[in-house]
């Protein structure tokens, strides 16, 4: 069996240090599944995505979420980076939260490896447009490997619809950059 470099990568990330994206927190605790997620990981959040999860919705009400003390949070993010990051969004025509943003500028330029889980498409499609898809991954995979086998993900979750993003984002790649 022949590991690809991001199989290998993800191998040695497991139980690390996963970053989350706000939608994947508020999506977790949606369904039930944000403490499977914490057992299974190291799970990160900028203070920027902190600072978006504040409510889900449960049986139609509004829930408060507490993680701070569940979660490493990271505080700076180097300011040339989330130029960057800014700019390669508006290159590719993308639209980011400023909490992807955030999430996408310190794993650019993480000391430690780190695995970004988002299920938003601009956040993706930009992650690919960077060449950085093989430092994401998509929450149905990640459950997955932590133990989670049931179907009852939203179609945002899906793997198969995370790699379809990240065909776009690697299309826009192509389209956008001025490639010599």
Same mark, same amino acid.
């Given at each position: 069996?022949?590991?690809?470099?991001?199989? #290998?990568?993800?191998?040695?990330?497991?139980?690390?240090?996963?970053?989350? #994206?706000?939608?994947?927190?508020?999506?977790?605790?949606?369904?039930?599944?944000?403490?499977?997620?914490?057992?299974?990981?190291?799970?990160?959040?900028?203070?920027?995505?902190?600072?978006?999860?504040?409510?889900?919705?449960?049986?139609?009400?509004?829930? !408060?979420?507490?993680?701070?003390?569940?979660?490493?949070?990271?505080? #700076?993010?180097?300011?040339?980076?989330?130029?960057?990051?800014?700019? %390669?969004?508006? %290159?590719?025509?993308? =639209?980011? #939260?400023? =909490?992807?943003?955030?999430?996408?500028?310190?794993?650019?330029?993480?000391?430690?490896?780190?695995?970004?889980?988002?299920?938003?498409?601009?956040?993706? !499609?930009?992650?690919?447009?960077?060449?950085?898809?093989?430092?994401?991954?998509?929450?149905?995979?990640?459950?997955?490997?932590?133990?989670?086998?049931?179907?009852?993900?939203?179609?945002?979750?899906?793997? !198969?619809?995370? %790699?379809?993003?990240?065909?776009?984002?690697?299309?826009?790649?192509?389209?956008?950059? !001025?490639?010599?």
């Amino acid at each position: 069996m022949t590991i690809l470099p991001e199989q #290998d990568l993800w191998k040695r990330t497991m139980k690390k240090l996963l970053l989350l #994206d706000a939608d994947v927190i508020m999506d977790l605790h949606t369904l039930g599944l944000f403490e499977k997620f914490i057992k299974a990981y190291e799970v990160s959040v900028t203070r920027t995505v902190l600072r978006e999860t504040k409510y889900f919705k449960k049986d139609g009400q509004r829930q !408060k979420i507490y993680i701070g003390d569940t979660v490493t949070i990271i505080a #700076d993010v180097d300011i040339d980076s989330l130029m960057h990051v800014r700019n %390669e969004s508006k %290159e590719a025509r993308l =639209g980011i #939260d400023p =909490g992807e943003l955030e999430s996408i500028a310190y794993m650019r330029n993480a000391k430690e490896e780190v695995i970004f889980c988002t299920c938003d498409a601009a956040a993706i !499609k930009l992650i690919a447009y960077m060449e950085l898809d093989n430092q994401s991954i998509s929450i149905e995979k990640a459950l997955r490997d932590a133990g989670y086998r049931k179907r009852n993900l939203y179609p945002r979750h899906y793997q !198969k619809t995370y %790699e379809r993003r990240i065909k776009e984002g690697k299309a826009l790649r192509v389209q956008f950059k !001025k490639l010599i």
